[in-house]
Every structure is written in C-alpha cells, then in structure tokens.
C-alpha cells in the first residue's frame, strides 16, 4: 500500500471519529478508532491531526491546564469551556455582526493594529456543572 493511499485512509478515521466527537483530545479520537482499527497506534493519530492542523484541515485547540482538543469545523466561531469539568462547546454562530464590529474597533483604537480575524473563548459553567450548585 502507498504511503499516501495509508495517510488518506488514516485521516478518514480520523476525521470520522471527530464527526463523532464532541471537542475530542488525541487520545479520545485513538480509543474512537481503536473500536474498529484496534491496530492504530496513538502516535499515527498524533501525528495526523498535528498535520491535519497545520493543513487547516481541523482547528487545534489549546487551553492552559489541559491537553489540546480537535475541531472539524475550521470556520470562524467561537468556543465556550466549563470551569469545573472542562467540557468545550461552540457559541451561535450567529453572534450579532455589529457588536463584532464593534469590538473589532475597540481593539483597533487600543493597539493601533488592524484586526484581521478573532478567536474568542468563553469560560463559565455548563448546565450539568449548575445543576450541582446550589
């Protein structure tokens, strides 16, 4: 088999497992594949999505404190993370234009620099974790 038909069909396991996945680690995507490929090995999936990152094929996501998470959606949006367990989400997409805009300037009047893009994060808790709360 040709070393690029095997990479091909890695990152279709790949990108399958992430369809499955919510925000998923490395080592959440490999025990996902390992249901069918048990012969995959963790550093075949490392290195795959490390690549499939730099391609922009998936979004890697990092965040202090914990191991880096996977996207499949490359497009631009924004993410929320619970402070107690972790668990990522995707904001709405549709976050009002104008107050993107407007912060767009802000950042613009503040720095001088020109604003090309964002990638925003949003920390609080999840409904499960304020469910605990009293």
């Known amino acids: 088999m040709s070393l690029n038909r095997r990479?091909?069909?890695?990152?279709?396991?790949?990108?399958?497992?992430?369809?499955?996945?919510?925000?998923?680690?490395?080592?959440?995507?490999y025990e996902e594949i390992r249901k069918d490929?048990?012969?995959?090995s963790l550093g075949t999936v490392y290195r795959n999505l490390s690549l499939m990152a730099e391609e922009h094929e998936i979004l890697r996501?990092?965040?202090?404190?914990?191991?880096d998470r996977f996207d499949p959606n490359v497009w631009e949006h924004y993410h929320i993370v619970c402070e107690r367990c972790g668990r990522i989400a995707d904001t709405d997409r549709s976050l009002q234009p104008e107050l993107l805009s407007r912060l767009?300037?802000?950042?613009?009047?503040?720095?001088?620099f020109r604003v090309s893009g964002r990638c925003l994060v949003f920390r609080g808790l999840c409904p499960r974790c304020r469910e605990?709360?009293?």
């Open 132 to 134: 605990g709360i009293s």
């Open 37 to 40: 490929y048990p012969q995959i």
């Open 104 to 112: 767009d300037g802000a950042v613009e009047e503040a720095t001088g």
């Open 7 to 29: 990479f091909s069909q890695q990152k279709k396991m790949i990108k399958d497992a992430l369809s499955l996945l919510d925000h998923p680690t490395a080592a959440e995507v």
């Open 61 to 67: 996501l990092s965040f202090e404190g914990s191991p």
